[in-house]
Nanobody
Framework: QLHLVESGGGLVPAGGSLRLSCVAS????????AAWFRQAPGNEREIVGAITWSGANTYYVDSAKRRFTISKDDAKNTVNLQMNSLRPEDTDVYYCAAARGGSYYNPRTNLYEYDYWGQGTQVTVSS
């Protein structure tokens, strides 16, 4: 069982940075795959980045490559998303997600592979 709490969203100018944090306030990330998704109003939730339960490998949507970094620290019980060089099109509600197990090396990238979700944190990037 996991209870996920997200933080770190806010308003940032284009080109700026934000660091989103997801804390498992109940349970632990150890042995859980994790991911960050984003969703604009009226749109479907889409993958941004994912990390295996082992932390051995990550995945990023094309638009996030070379700009975003997902990390998992089981000792600190957190999953983070470092977002650099932010663009207005990055404006979305960002959600942390987790699921037990999965591949050691192949990240889970499908919305329906995740069972636990945070409440979402708003990221707004101004022009």
């Amino acid at each position: 069982q996991l209870h996920l709490v997200e933080s770190g969203g806010g308003l940032v100018p284009a080109g700026g940075s934000l660091r989103l944090s997801c804390v498992a306030s109940e349970g632990t990330f150890r042995g859980f795959a994790a991911a960050w998704f984003r969703q604009a109003p009226g749109n479907e939730r889409e993958i941004v980045g994912a990390i295996t339960w082992s932390g051995a490998n990550t995945y990023y949507v094309d638009s996030a490559k070379r700009r975003f970094t997902i990390s998992k620290d089981d000792a600190k019980n957190t999953v983070n998303l470092q977002m650099n060089s932010l663009r207005p099109e990055d404006t979305d509600v960002y959600y942390c997600a987790a699921a037990r197990g999965g591949s050691y090396y192949n990240p889970r990238t499908n919305l329906y592979e995740y069972d636990y979700w945070g409440q979402g944190t708003q990221v707004t990037v101004s022009s």
